[in-house]
């Protein structure tokens, strides 16, 4: 294994350079951070260590952290320890536990070298197989990403294992590593076992696949690159690994922040349509549009701007093209397009704000719940017009009035949305 390290260290980094091995008290890290260790003076480097506490597991995670300093202190390793509180986020909380300890390592200089392994890696592998991936997800985890090294990647757990009985270093272990309440660990647990039993090298044979998938990714990503995306008809003839390449870097660099496949495959639609002006709407409210023999993309729309509506009163929307005439009731009238109701204090025309809610036929519901009830998509909702005054909605442009908010007879205000004409 240490051999193994060295060469991996000899490519990553430059004599003087400072390692700061990532160190969470685990087999792994701890291998990491005595390999470093013994390798520190022959290929001149500066090690550090840095532990981050979750703060997850109670007395368990101080343990880990007390269990770090007292090793680093014997060794006169520098040590910096960073704490914090992780909460689940949408991807869950290890993913948020993940953010949290890579945002912490990052706030040190040099090299940051965390302990990674061919078994990590092939785990990694099959856990983007199960999700679904493409070749970049294939390729698993990087060996060198900004100042992020992972000189272990070629080394198995077996290998760690017999590295720490030959220096007699302690480990402790992490007992959320023994839950198969995370995918991760149940793919270790019941998965690669299996596999492995088919082929004792199973998890060094992925590791380097991953490694090959990586460099072939990196070549179409390269033949991909350009200053101005190339023409229609150029993109037509392109293989489809470039051009879709193509396209995700186009969508990214438009708005579209995480692109996934289906983005592109319907971008694509637009370069093979026989309509030379068709357009698409993608995520975050951008609209991707072929201009004949281009693509080009337009900017999300902003959200309605607020309007005072005087009772009497007309105001305009002309981002909108409409017309909101307010005048006094002589029935009640409701329609999507007409409200007759009865105002507390100042009526506005805007969007939608957090809270907002309304009365239907079918119940009371939140205009947010409304809006994606009615499938309407993500961009459009901010540009719905609300209607509404001192005590909340007073109806919806296009849906209809909060019957909360109909007088018992007239007298009251009817309020009607129309087009304004050219």
Known sequence: MLNEVKARLREMTRPGDRVVCAVSGGADSMALLWAV????????????????????????????????????RRYDIPLTVGAGTVTAGKKGLEAAAREARYAFLHTRPGWIATAHTADDNAETVLLHLVRGTGLKGLGAIAPVNGRLIRPMLGVTRRQVTAFLEEYHIPHIDDSSNDTDAFLRNRLRHSVMPLLTAENPKLAKNLSAMALRL??????????????????????????????????????????????????????????????????????????????????????????????????????????????????????????????TVAPVGAVVVRCRQAGDEIRLSGGTKSVKKLFIDRKIPADRRLRIPVLADDAGVLGICGIGVNLDRVPQAPPGIQIRFEIMQP
């Open 37 to 72: 260790y013994l390798l520190r003076e022959p290929l001149g480097i500066r090690l550090e260590a840095a532990h981050f506490n979750h703060g997850l597991r109670g007395g368990e995670s101080l343990r880990d952290e007390n269990f770090v300093r007292e090793f680093c």
């Open 214 to 339: 990586r460099q072939d990714e990196e070549a179409l990503s390269d033949l991909a690159r350009f200053d101005t995306l190339p023409d229609v008809q150029t993109l037509r003839t392109l293989p489809s690994a470039v051009r879709g390449r193509m396209l995700e870097r186009f969508l990214k660099e438009n708005g579209v922040r995480e692109p996934e496949a289906q983005h592109i495959t319907l971008a694509e639609r637009l370069i093979f349509s026989e309509k030379p002006s068709a357009s698409a709407r993608f995520p975050g409210g951008v609209t991707i549009r072929r201009n004949y023999h281009r693509m080009e993309a337009l900017p999300p729309e902003a959200p309605l701007s607020s309007v005072t509506l005087l009772l009497p009163g007309t105001a305009e929307l002309p981002e909108l093209g409409l017309r909101v005439i307010a005048e006094p009731a002589e029935e009640i009238v409701q329609t999507p397009l007409t409200f």
